[in-house]
């Protein structure tokens, strides 16, 4: 039951980029067609759990035990910047259409400060369940990771599908691009808090 409320509470409660407004870069700069928000989700998906487990394993098995937790935010950095690279690599030898359409976003999810920032909330958010406040452990931490991740990538695909409608319709000519985009948003994270009552 604790995992189903953290995936819930992570997807639809607390959206990474609609309750939080973290990774609000990419949201906007890569939603203008589903095709490429839906890579650039599975992209944040695997980068931001493989580095959640990284980074977790990292804080409590050197940081913590050497008391250098002040390096938590470099350390961080350079591991999700290594997985960046990596995940770059793979693509462009597996996809180059989807390395191609993702264009710069890709390198910027090195400064996507949605995936820093789930790998700070894993080693110092508590949850609570039963009445009882507890760090996360380890699964608990991938299982708030990826649904922090799907829950990213849903906002986009949702923000992305609605951009592609927004470009059929007639727009009035000062709120076309970036305006509209932002009204949508604001509309969007008002329809996600309805969610906030759940859990």
């Known amino acids: 039951?604790?995992?189903?409320?953290?995936?819930?509470?992570?997807?639809?409660?607390?959206?990474?980029?609609?309750?939080?407004?973290?990774?609000?870069?990419?949201?906007?700069?890569?939603?203008?067609?589903?095709?490429?928000?839906v890579g650039m989700s599975a992209a944040v998906v695997f980068v931001m759990t493989l580095s959640t487990l990284i980074t977790y394993l990292v804080q409590y098995y050197i940081l913590n035990p050497l008391n250098i937790g002040f390096m938590q935010t470099v350390t961080f950095i350079l591991v999700i910047a290594a997985l960046?690279?990596?995940?770059?690599?793979?693509?462009?030898?597996?996809?180059?259409?989807?390395?191609?359409?993702?264009?710069i976003f890709l390198p910027l999810i090195t400064t996507n400060c949605a995936v820093l920032g789930v790998a700070i909330l894993v080693v110092t958010k508590e949850f609570t369940y039963g009445g009882t406040?507890?760090?996360?452990?380890?699964?608990?931490?991938?299982?708030?990771?990826?649904?922090?991740?799907?829950?990213f990538g849903l906002a986009l695909i949702i923000f992305a599908g609605m951009r592609e409608q927004m470009d059929l319709v007639g727009v009035p000519k000062p709120f076309r691009g970036v305006p509209i985009a932002l009204i949508t948003a604001g509309i969007l994270a008002l329809a996600f808090m309805g969610f906030s009552g759940i859990v």
Not at 5 to 27: D, E, K, R, T, W
Not at 84 to 103: F, N, T
């Open 133 to 151: 406040a507890a760090m996360l452990n380890l699964p608990q931490a991938l299982v708030y990771t990826a649904s922090m991740a799907v829950g």
């Open 1 to 37: 039951m604790e995992y189903i409320l953290i995936i819930i509470s992570a997807v639809f409660v607390n959206n990474i980029v609609l309750n939080q407004f973290l990774g609000v870069c990419p949201f906007l700069g890569v939603s203008n067609k589903i095709s490429t928000a």
């Open 84 to 103: 960046v690279q990596m995940v770059e690599i793979i693509l462009k030898k597996i996809s180059p259409a989807l390395y191609q359409a993702l264009g």
